[in-house]
């Protein structure tokens, strides 16, 4: 009896997971958006001096300068000290968007330099900058 009980659960789970499938790949059939251009109104930021634990947010602003709709598919970081997101998914042609960068600087200690990746529809990578001298009490670079 309990065998048949757990047959019944398996093959429950493994239909719920095959529909699950077949949603993801009518979602992805989507036509891809045709490449446009963002252009920001700055792309690198100095966080100036910091001390390490510290937790800093920049905003970074940029106007779909193209015709077609802009979409955000992935901020990417070069470090886990960094945290990218995005304001909205989709800018519309002449409006506007915003990326907030968060910089952890627990654990970082004298100058750092870290990148964001822009990844979407637009012509061209877009990459960030952001800049900060970390001064931490427990380590030192001599």
């Known amino acids: ?9 398996f093959v429950f789970l493994l239909s719920c ?33 910091l001390q ?24 990417v970081s070069d470090c886990g000290c960094v945290n990218a997101s995005y304001i909205k998914e989709v800018v519309k042609p002449g409006e506007k968007g915003w990326i907030e960068v968060e910089l952890d600087t627990s654990g970082l200690v004298g100058r750092e330099y870290k990148t964001i990746e822009v990844h979407g529809n637009s012509a061209e990578l877009k990459h960030l900058a952001i800049f900060a001298e970390v001064k931490n009490e427990l380590l030192e670079i001599k």
């Open 52 to 75: 390490a634990g510290e937790i800093v947010l920049y905003t970074f602003e940029f106007t779909n300068t193209g015709e077609q709709d802009f979409r955000i598919e992935e901020l």
């Open 17 to 49: 997971s095959n529909s699950a499938k077949q949603n993801n790949k009518v979602q992805n059939t989507d036509e891809p958006l045709t490449p446009t251009s963002i252009e920001f109104t700055e792309t690198s930021h100095n966080f100036g001096s």
């Open 1 to 9: 009896m309990n065998r048949v009980y757990i047959l019944a659960v």
